[in-house]
Structure formats: structure tokens, C-alpha cells
């Protein structure tokens, strides 16, 4: 199963930004729908997590500002991203889990999308 993100940008402090995550390939399932972002330095976080069910969980220095979402039916996850502060700039990863239809039966899976760089600057 491949992930594939897009709109990342330069955005000015305090301006907003929108990301998306398709999944495609033989999916039967998607359980948890995620971003992480690596800014330069840093490891890998946890920036927003989302169920099939749709509960979800920020990272609390993101809560209030960005709202994560997701089509079930599209197999897509998005990250509506307000308020940005220099301190968010990073690479965006989507991230998902679930099973897909392989040659031998279901099989589960666990994506990374290739990373798209959002960068906030005035």
C-alpha cells in the first residue's frame, strides 16, 4: 500500500495550511491515519492520529490549531494546519496501518508517505 502526500509550502507565522495523504493499492482496511513531522535535528514526532472510528490525538503543541480528518470512503487523511508557527516547520509524513488483499489472503500493513516540507517564515 503506498501513501502519498501533498501541500506542503512556505507559509508566513500565523498563516494556515492544508495537507493531504491518499492511500493507494489493494486496500481492504485502514485502521489509524497519521502525520509525524522531523524538523532538522529532531526525531521523528507524533503530530496527529486519527481512528477508523474517528477519535482522535494531538500532540499538545499542535492542539487548537491543527485538525486532522479522514474519508473512509477516499481511503484519504488530511491535516488542516492554523496558526503556524516557525516552530512547525518540519517534514510531514502521513502514516497508515490496516490490511490489504495480497495473493495468499488479507495482510496487514504499515505505510509511510515520502514526506512532504512545510516550512513557516516570515
Known amino acids: 500500500v503506498q501513501l502519498q502526500a501533498s501541500g506542503g509550502g512556505l507559509v508566513q507565522p500565523g498563516g494556515s495550511l492544508g495537507l493531504s495523504c491518499v492511500a493507494s493499492?489493494?486496500?481492504?482496511?485502514?485502521?489509524?491515519m497519521g502525520w509525524y513531522r522531523q524538523a532538522p535535528g529532531k526525531q521523528r514526532e507524533l503530530v496527529a492520529l486519527i481512528t477508523s472510528g474517528g477519535s482522535t490525538n494531538y500532540a499538545d503543541s499542535v492542539k487548537g490549531r491543527f485538525t486532522i480528518s479522514r474519508d473512509n470512503a477516499k481511503n484519504t487523511v488530511t491535516l488542516q494546519m492554523n496558526s503556524l508557527k516557525p516552530e512547525d516547520t518540519a517534514v510531514y509524513y502521513c502514516?497508515?496501518?490496516?490490511?490489504?488483499?495480497?495473493?495468499?489472503?488479507?495482510?496487514?500493513?504499515?505505510?509511510w508517505g515520502q514526506g512532504t516540507l512545510v516550512t513557516v517564515s516570515s
Open positions: 502514516n497508515a496501518d490496516g490490511t490489504y488483499r495480497s495473493t495468499y489472503g488479507p495482510m496487514t500493513f504499515r505505510s
Open positions: 493499492g489493494r486496500v481492504l482496511s485502514i485502521n489509524a
